[in-house]
């Protein structure tokens, strides 16, 4: 089982440029969200999906777009990427119910110069 | 909105002895809490998990944790720490009445041999 792939690992871009962080899970999982992890700051939450076609804002949610056609799939697109967005992004999913616990992807390193 | 503390960035302990790190929460309802572990360079993994019923949870790599509502805690505890027990580890929580996923800053565990 694959579980929760997220690629690239690695990415540097310039300030400006626009990229998609992709995601994708075979668990045929409904819940899937997208976490950065910055440090002395802990995960805080970008984005959420309870299903295809829905999706709802985090906690820091601006400079991010998150679409969900498929139920495999949560890509996060950076429009114009900034300094402030160097992180490390996590995916994670899980079934829908609120007590399930999730399953994270390996993370992805972004660097904006 | 629900939220997570972790008074402690880091906790050392000496190998073979107790290891707590302490979280505290705040939701508007009832709280669903996680801890999950974090090794260098790789995902979180999750660890244990409070819904409802007994107030001590045992989880994986004999950690286990203790659900104490009127001081809204869940501190996680192992009784015999081991080196390889060095690892990040993260508090969450979740109001039973949303979908997001709040996780607290993080306390760094080292385990001195």
């Known amino acids: 089982n694959a579980g929760v792939t997220q690629t690239p690992k690695f990415q540097v871009l310039k300030t400006g440029q626009s990229m998609t962080l992709q995601c994708a899970q075979d668990?045929?999982?409904?819940?899937m969200s997208w976490y950065r992890q910055d440090p002395g700051m802990g995960l805080r939450l970008i984005h959420y999906s309870v299903g295809a076609g829905i999706t709802d804002q985090g906690e820091v949610p601006n400079g991010y777009n998150v679409s969900r056609s498929t139920t495999e799939d949560f890509p996060l697109r950076l429009l114009s990427a900034a300094p402030s967005q160097t992180s490390v992004y996590f995916c994670?999913?899980?079934?829908?119910?609120?007590?399930?616990?999730?399953?994270f992807g390996s993370g992805t390193q972004l660097s904006v110069l | 909105a629900q939220s997570v503390a972790q008074p402690e960035d880091q906790v050392n302990v000496a190998e073979g002895n107790p290891l707590t790190v302490k979280c505290t929460y705040s939701?508007?309802?009832?709280?669903?809490l996680f801890w999950y572990v974090q090794y260098p360079n790789r995902g979180l993994q999750f660890l244990l998990k409070y819904i409802t019923g007994d107030n001590l949870v045992k989880g994986s790599y004999g950690f286990e944790a203790e659900f104490n509502k009127s001081q809204t805690s869940f501190h996680l505890k192992k009784p015999s720490a081991l080196v390889s027990d060095s690892a990040l580890y993260f508090c969450?929580?979740?109001?039973?009445?949303?979908?997001?996923?709040?996780f607290g800053k993080g306390n760094q565990v080292v385990v001195i041999p």
């Open positions: 994670a999913s899980s079934p829908r119910d609120r007590g399930e616990k999730l399953f």
């Open positions: 969450a929580v979740r109001d039973y009445g949303n979908n997001r996923l709040a």
């Open positions: 668990m045929n999982h409904e819940y």
């Open positions: 939701v508007s309802g009832n709280p669903y």
